[in-house]
């Protein structure tokens, strides 16, 4: 019949090639720019295995034949950062030192200043507010010479509880915005109900919002803990050099170089430097990209 | 009835954010202007701030004069000589190399973030080893990256050298050294580090487009490319403004990365102004103060895309 469907071919769907050209254009682009991101990261790791004769003949695309780790070791235990030569193991203490007060610190006052921005709101709290999301975004250097005055004021430049200090009060905008967001978001029936039972301020924080915040508590504790790790500037100016963190002993240990530049022991101390930020990045995953994300707006 | 005095409602919350706004004052508000209003005295160390100081010291904008004629900070010859013999369509300095810098590293990492973003949304194998292989970079310092870079591009001992080694004699990579092109290669090592985060946020905001548009631009049979330029990059304008404000931010603002990769060299043909304030706390006070306040404006100028979209999502 003239109008019946004609069956000379396959019926259904047409079926996909495994590969269409468009598929190859996505993959090319994308395994373009995944060599192009891990490169460096081949070279830090190959360049750090070598020994100084290797570095100095050899090619850096190729890999050593005889690794070895002595680089690692030099770097760890005798790299010379200028002073004197313990490696970079003692800018990681120093490190420590810095990061682990100040997280805890700014972690604390904002979690309690974002709770009354969110749910305690006073005259002027709005205008509050808008003070520190503009607060993120001068830049620190702006803020850097007054602060340099009221540090020697205080009779604590250059020492730790300086640069401590610094990287709290720096820490605090962006995490009380973290935290007012947080708390905002959360259902203010709940609020409510444990006013109406009778429960004030502080009942209300620590039995029922501090519970209820271990995501945004998560994403802080990334957030400041990176962020602190691989700041510089204010190490240089207010650690003193005694307390020098890992980011400026590696600057010097690159710096100090006598005679040809040891660039497998550099390579490997950037790499232990390294090594903190990219262990929380590979465990935290989705926290980390959203503490990025959050915190990224940091002068 | 007495009515409680409203100084002390809501006490707790009130004292709870009293350091917090403390810090606020002195040191984000106080400290901000401080800077902004001793950039117009000649001051050379203050112990703090007072008004008399402030009025003896007074010059008006001389420090901002001396600043701008100052070739380290911007020497422009293009302004200056213009139609002499030594007339050159090209400025150095920290002011335009910031400007270099900013414009290059942030329309790449953006261009290249989205391009990335689009890829990763193409329903592909294996995108969280994809995702993670990008944004490592974003875990490490600029002075990890700075350093890592300087290796590679190192003319003696890095990519030059071993493609020289493999044949290729004439191959030449010395950006690292080379005056002309220092800033460019400041802008590999800064692309490297940033662009998986503009990826990241591009591809939650392309994850935000209604499923339903995506079909509806199918069945009007619109090819995908231009569904993405024509459709999605405008209904995306929230999510491009935030990221072009947070890079653009940063990119202004760099300084450790320099500080790593070439700490400020050739010469000082890599400067930027956050190390050129830096730089001149102890022996240029006034200029210094000056050269911070032409940022914070930058800044101001950088932030406007992002004010203007909170203000009319408030409006409307």
Sequence with gaps: ?299 | MDRPNPLFRNLNSKFAALPMMLIVLVVFVGGTLWTVLFSFTNIKIVPIFSPKEWIDGFVGFANYTRLFNTDRWMNCPIITHIGQSDWKASCTGALPNVATYAVLSVTLSIGLGFLLAVMMDQKIRAEGVFRTIYLYPFALSFIVTGHVWAWIMSPEYGLQHAIREMGWTSFTFDWIADRQMVMYAIVIAGIWQGTGFVMALMLAGLRGIDEDIWKAARVDGIPAWRTYIQIVLPMMRPVMVTTFVIVAAGAVRVYDLVVALTDGGPGIASDVPTRYVYQNFSANLGQSLAASTVMLATMAVVLIPWIRMEFSKKRT
């Design chain 1, 1 to 299: 019949m003239a109008n019946s469907p004609t069956l000379s071919g396959p019926s259904g769907a047409k079926p996909r090639p495994f590969i269409t050209p468009q598929r190859f254009v996505v993959y090319s682009v994308l395994i373009v720019c995944a060599v192009f991101f891990l490169f460096p990261l081949y070279i830090m790791i190959i360049t750090s295995l070598k020994n100084i004769q290797e570095i100095q003949g050899g090619n850096i695309f190729v890999p050593t034949m005889s690794p070895t780790l002595d680089a690692w070791e030099k770097a760890w235990n005798s790299a010379c950062t200028g002073l004197y030569c313990e490696g970079i193991k003692v800018g990681l203490w120093n490190s420590i030192k810095i990061t682990v007060p100040s997280t805890i610190v700014s972690i604390a006052v904002a979690s309690v200043t974002g709770y009354s921005l969110a749910n305690w709101p006073f005259k002027f709290s709005e205008v509050f507010f808008a003070v520190l999301l503009l607060a993120n975004f001068i830049p620190y250097i702006v803020m850097l010479y007054p602060l340099v005055i009221i540090t020697s004021k205080m009779g604590i430049y250059s020492t730790l509880p300086a640069v401590i200090l610094v990287h709290t009060i720096f820490g605090l905008p962006v995490q009380t915005l973290l935290f007012r967001n947080y708390f905002a978001s959360l259902p203010q029936e709940l609020f409510k109900a444990a006013r109406v039972d009778g429960a004030g301020y502080w009942g209300i924080f620590f039995q029922i919002f501090v519970p209820m915040a271990t995501p945004i508590f998560t994403v802080s504790i990334i957030l400041q803990v990176t962020g602190i790790w691989n700041d510089f500037l204010f190490g240089v100016i207010f650690a003193g050099p005694t307390n020098y963190p890992m980011t400026v002993q590696l600057n010097n240990i690159v710096n100090s170089a006598t005679g040809g530049k040891a660039y497998n022991v550099d390579m490997a101390a950037t790499i232990l430097t390294g090594l903190v930020p990219l262990t929380i990045y590979f465990v935290s995953g989705k926290y980390f990209v959203r503490g990025i994300a959050a915190g990224a707006v940091k002068g």
